[in-house]
């Protein structure tokens, strides 16, 4: 009898709260009507739009609770809580959601409007890295134009990030606009960093080494973290793939005082199930443990401060390697330990005054088979920047300091007089000035200049000019930019995966600083089309000349990988293209191509450089169904033939990949604070040649048959004279796979 009143009165109350009632209203942007603006009820299908002066009529019938969502396309989408006592809603102020207007730092040092930027920057945010959830920053990239994330390593999975072709060297990476990654953690830096944290990533592809220095050449790449202020109190996201990788992603906010608020984020990946479906006898995929520990503290705009440690140990090698067997010549591995720890941070001393600084300590414990590579880097960065603004001239000034520490057992710290290791110690002060006059609504003017003093190789100048011209109503934008760059090597810290394989590494001379001057020319255009849709075409024109390039020589000896300063030059000229779409019903098509024409010329002979491609691609088309909460994202990718490294013409492996396509799908249903993820990554299966690894069954070249100058001879069991090889490697081994993942917000 009680069960019965107790379910009676629960029916009573749904009936009373699901009345039948219409509700009215008004949409509006910027004081005018919006017309075929989607007005919606959550959770259901029922929905109506807009007139041609904004207004709606919509009736709703059963349903408990009931929300509205009013959206519209390039607009801030609303949420109202319905009651029948308050059916007419009045004007709805739509907000502009205009992508143009978003803040950016990376091209000038300063906040400014992406719109008003003279240097073009391209910003991606946290939807980008929903469309296609990765276990590092890393493998994210794939899907934006112009940038190529590139294995150097098969075995050990290692990579670096090219733009425009240009090798990630020439790449600045920078945390918190701070240059954390570089040298040794080149191609390790990527990894750990928590996704969740991530507010943005802003991208410069051109020539910023006037306001970063050394390794700016090619671009920028700076990502932004989250204040602990605007993140959420705590956040979690987890997946797993069909491989067995399992990657977490946790964020807290908490509060040490009432003016001072934290961030802590966690990062855990796993990956441990041994997989050769090549059947070649070494792992497809690297396996690996890390752990990633990053905490942020801010207070009132005043100052803030990070740090990060990073633990990771990775191997791969052949399918019977044992911790046992590493550093030995039995079965080969590639065995990597790495200890990381990142101090970096800001503080406002005034309206005018900046302090910046880092500090990062990179510890390598690696062992490629028999050969061992234990290496330490030290870098300390401070800079001081004063930014006034005086009428239409906005000045910035700043005094930098880089200090770097570099050890290793490599013939890069080994001293032949003393024959004995020798740390090698950097000391970089450096000077920058920028002034950008705004002559007008439409055009200003940026031009920059830095000196740096190299400890080692003395004097070093990179001026840059940027002009921007835009129309009235600024849906037209053309930027010009004009730069010269260099690039101090540390060979081993950043190309140690050399150390790979059987070749001998060999260094003809000292290598002197790589110097380029870079060019690029920016148009975009924006079109407002019918029914609120809006298109936008980014294009552009680049072009890099490098002087005193650096470029590993694996075709005068096949025993050995030969680098000097090349006797000639090197250019890069292309054409890169973005499109974007935003229809209604929820529709978003990016496209994005690039063309690059790279040479080589040295003593009147031109070569294309290995592992650049002449062409790449890359697409996203997002549909969302709100009133179902579901979002369906479609990437893909495509690279163009890439030159590899052959052993010699003998060698039966072709000298140029062929293209492909990685493309992944995802279905997406959000659940109030919860959102839960389904998809399958590489479709079409695509993997490189079983025979990538050549020898893969004789990994220290113990059958094969060398003349008296060490030159692999032809056998009948080794008719190409090959000798063990992971070198030739442009992609991974990992094929098709499911992928599972959620994620949790509490605010």
């Known amino acids: 009898m009680r069960l019965n009143f107790i379910f009676v009165f629960i029916f009573t109350q749904i009936i009373v709260n699901a009345q039948d009632f219409i509700v009215t209203g008004k949409v509006f942007s910027q004081g005018q009507p919006l017309s075929s603006a989607s007005v919606f009820v959550k959770g259901n299908n029922s929905g109506v739009t807009t007139n041609v002066q904004g207004q709606f009529s919509i009736h709703i019938s059963n349903i408990v609770n009931p929300q509205l969502v009013i959206s519209y396309l390039g607009h801030k989408s609303q949420i109202k809580k319905i009651s029948s006592k308050a059916t007419d809603l009045g004007i709805i102020e739509l907000e502009l959601d205009n992508k143009l207007e978003e803040v950016v730092v990376s091209g000038t040092l300063k906040p400014i409007s992406k719109l008003d930027s003279p240097v073009p920057v391209e910003v991606y945010g946290k939807t980008f890295f929903k469309a296609n959830p990765t276990a590092s920053v890393f493998e994210a990239l794939e899907n934006v134009n112009g940038l190529r994330p590139q294995l150097n390593c098969s075995i050990c999975s290692t990579g670096e990030i090219r733009i425009n072709g240009q090798e990630g060297s020439y790449t600045m990476v920078m945390i918190d606009g701070l240059p954390i990654i570089s040298g040794l953690s080149t191609v390790y830096g990527f990894s750990g960093i928590p996704q969740s944290l991530i507010e943005r990533i802003e991208i410069v592809k051109g020539p910023a080494a006037t306001l970063f220095g050394s390794e700016a050449v090619a671009g920028v790449i700076n990502l932004i973290t989250e204040l602990p202020e605007n993140s959420a109190k705590l956040a979690v996201e987890s997946f797993v793939s069909g491989w067995g990788e399992v990657n977490t992603d946790l964020a807290y906010k908490y509060s040490l005082s009432k003016k001072t608020s934290a961030l802590l984020g966690v990062n855990y990946f796993n990956y441990s199930n041994p997989i050769d479906k090549n059947e070649d006898g070494f792992t497809d995929l690297t396996l690996q443990n890390r752990i990633s520990i990053f905490n942020k503290f801010s207070s009132a705009n005043k100052f803030s401060i990070a740090t990060r440690f990073v633990y990771e140990d990775r191997w791969g090698g052949q399918m019977n390697w044992l911790p046992i067997h590493r550093g030995g010549d039995t079965v080969y591995g590639e065995s990597?330990?790495?200890?990381?720890?990142?101090?970096?941070?800001?503080?406002?001393?005034n309206k005018n005054l900046t302090f910046q600084f880092s500090f990062n300590d990179h510890n390598q414990n690696s062992a490629y088979g028999n050969t061992l590579y234990n290496a330490v880097q030290t870098v300390g960065f401070g800079q001081m920047i004063w930014n006034k603004k005086k009428s239409n001239n906005d000045?910035?000034?700043?005094?930098?300091?880089?200090?770097?520490?570099?050890?290793?057992?490599?013939?890069?710290t080994f001293n032949d007089l003393s024959s004995r290791n020798q740390v090698s110690t950097t000391h970089l002060p450096g000077i920058f000035i920028q002034n950008q006059t705004q002559f007008d609504a439409n055009n200003s003017l940026l031009l920059g200049f830095r000196y740096d003093r190299n400890s080692i190789h003395g004097n070093i100048f990179t001026p840059r000019i940027n002009y921007k011209i835009n129309n009235k109503d600024k849906s037209s934008t053309l930027r010009l930019s004009i730069g010269s760059g260099y690039r101090v090597t540390q060979l081993f810290t950043e190309q140690h995966a050399t150390l790979t394989g059987a070749r001998e590494v060999v260094l003809l001379d000292d290598l002197n600083p790589e110097r380029s001057w870079n060019a690029n020319l920016n148009f975009v255009q924006n079109f407002f089309l019918k029914k609120g849709a809006i298109i936008d075409f980014d294009l552009s024109l680049f072009t890099s000349y490098f002087s005193n390039k650096i470029?590993?020589?694996?075709?005068?000896?096949?025993?050995?990988?030969?680098?000097?300063?090349?006797?000639?030059?090197?250019?890069?000229?292309?054409?890169?293209?973005?499109?974007?779409?935003?229809?209604?019903?929820?529709?978003?098509?990016?496209?994005?191509?690039?063309?690059?024409?790279?040479?080589?010329?040295?003593?009147?002979?031109?070569?294309?450089?290995?592992?650049?491609?002449?062409?790449?691609?890359?697409?996203?088309?997002?549909?969302?169904?709100?009133?179902?909460?579901?979002?369906?994202?479609?990437?893909?990718?495509?690279?163009?033939?890439l030159k590899l490294p052959t052993l010699s013409n003998l060698d039966p492996r072709p000298s140029y990949s062929d293209p492909f396509n990685i493309l992944n799908i995802q279905l997406t249903k959000i659940w109030n604070a919860v959102e839960s993820y389904v998809g399958i990554k590489n479709i079409l299966n695509f993997t490189p040649p079983r025979n990538s690894i050549a020898r893969s069954f004789d990994p220290f070249n113990q059958l094969v048959v060398f003349d008296s100058n060490g030159n692999a001879l032809p056998t009948p069991d080794n008719p190409y004279a090959l000798t063990f090889d992971p070198t030739y490697v442009y992609t991974s081994n990992q094929g098709i796979r499911i992928f599972f993942g959620l994620r949790w917000k509490y605010n």
């Open 336 to 349: 990597i330990y790495t200890s990381r720890f990142e101090l970096f941070g800001n503080y406002q001393l």
């Open 395 to 412: 000045l910035l000034f700043g005094l930098a300091y880089r200090y770097t520490l570099y050890d290793d057992n490599t013939t890069a």
């Open 551 to 641: 470029i590993p020589d694996y075709d005068t000896d096949p025993n050995k990988i030969i680098y000097d300063n090349l006797d000639g030059r090197s250019i890069s000229n292309g054409l890169s293209l973005n499109t974007n779409l935003l229809a209604q019903g929820g529709l978003r098509v990016n496209l994005g191509a690039t063309y690059i024409d790279s040479f080589v010329e040295e003593n009147g002979i031109k070569t294309m450089p290995y592992l650049t491609e002449r062409f790449q691609g890359v697409w996203k088309v997002e549909k969302k169904w709100i009133a179902n909460d579901l979002i369906l994202d479609f990437t893909g990718t495509i690279t163009g033939a």
